[in-house]
């Protein structure tokens, strides 16, 4: 079966991928062709129910298995995602390094439950919050300034999700730092999380 992953030889990165496969809803029941084959595969089932056995075989079917570093079924929790592919991150955000967690996906694919979650499985922008709040208070001798913004990037517009009466917003060019949105330190590709210190 094709399988699509990241060249062997590549062990050290600094960019990671996660894929979360949220719980069907009761009208997507009947096409249910993801599977979770262990926690770096995934398994898209070809949708055509019709393709008999001989063509599943002779692989003339759309069936896939694709590779991420982390893959996460329908039954994990956003602080299961939290520790196993964003934790070690923030911690280095408290030591002065850069790290941005951003959620990608269609309308409806679940990464506003995944970065903002619920009181009972909170998401991963409040659980790093307060791995970070957890760090500054353990650091006695540095003075810290936290910044927190929320945006959207919609159809290749941004727009800032804690103003919303503000319209979307403009990239700028900063000397320093390359292109910052609107002058904001977070951005968010239909949901993303940029953390700076
Ligand atoms: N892990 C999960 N467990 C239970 N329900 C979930 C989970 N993930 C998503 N959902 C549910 O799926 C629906 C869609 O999720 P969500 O609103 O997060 O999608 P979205 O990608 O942010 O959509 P949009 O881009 O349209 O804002 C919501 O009803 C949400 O509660």
Same mark, same amino acid.
């Given at each position: 079966?094709?399988?699509?992953?990241?060249?062997?030889?590549?062990?050290?990165?600094? &960019?990671?991928?996660?894929?979360?496969?949220?719980?069907?809803?009761?009208?997507?029941?009947?096409?249910?062709?993801?599977?979770?084959?262990?926690?770096?595969?995934?398994?898209?089932?070809?949708?055509? &129910?019709?393709?008999?056995?001989?063509?599943?075989?002779?692989?003339?079917?759309?069936?896939?298995?694709?590779?991420?570093?982390?893959?996460?079924? /329908?039954?994990?929790?956003?602080?299961?995602?939290?520790?196993?592919?964003?934790?070690?991150?923030?911690?280095?955000?408290?030591?002065?390094?850069?790290?941005?967690?951003?959620?990608?996906?269609?309308?409806?694919?679940?990464?506003?439950?995944?970065?903002?979650?619920?009181?009972?499985?909170?998401? &991963?922008?409040?659980?790093?919050?307060?791995?970070?709040?957890?760090?500054?208070?353990?650091?006695?001798?540095?003075?810290?300034?936290?910044?927190?913004?929320?945006?959207?990037?919609? #159809?290749?517009?941004?727009?800032? &999700?804690?103003?919303?009466?503000?319209?979307?917003?403009?990239?700028?060019?900063? /000397?320093?730092?390359?292109?910052?949105?609107?002058?904001?330190?977070?951005?968010?590709? #239909?949901?993303?999380?940029?953390?700076?210190?």
């Amino acid at each position: 079966m094709p399988s699509i992953s990241a060249p062997s030889s590549k062990k050290a990165t600094t &960019l990671s991928v996660a894929v979360k496969c949220r719980p069907l809803t009761e009208k997507e029941r009947c096409r249910n062709i993801i599977r979770v084959h262990n926690d770096k595969e995934i398994l898209v089932l070809d949708p055509d &129910l019709s393709k008999d056995y001989l063509e599943r075989i002779q692989h003339r079917t759309k069936q896939r298995t694709y590779a991420f570093d982390y893959a996460f079924g /329908p039954s994990s929790l956003n602080s299961d995602v939290y520790k196993r592919s964003v934790c070690s991150t923030i911690a280095g955000v408290v030591q002065g390094l850069n790290a941005t967690v951003f959620a990608y996906g269609s309308t409806g694919s679940g990464k506003t439950y995944t970065m903002v979650g619920t009181k009972d499985d909170p998401g &991963l922008m409040v659980l790093s919050l307060n791995t970070i709040f957890d760090l500054i208070k353990d650091n006695t001798s540095d003075k810290f300034e936290v910044t927190c913004s929320y945006l959207e990037v919609y #159809n290749e517009v941004i727009y800032d &999700l804690l103003e919303k009466s503000s319209g979307h917003l403009e990239l700028r060019e900063d /000397p320093e730092q390359g292109i910052v949105v609107a002058g904001l330190r977070a951005i968010k590709v #239909n949901t993303l999380f940029d953390l700076r210190n």
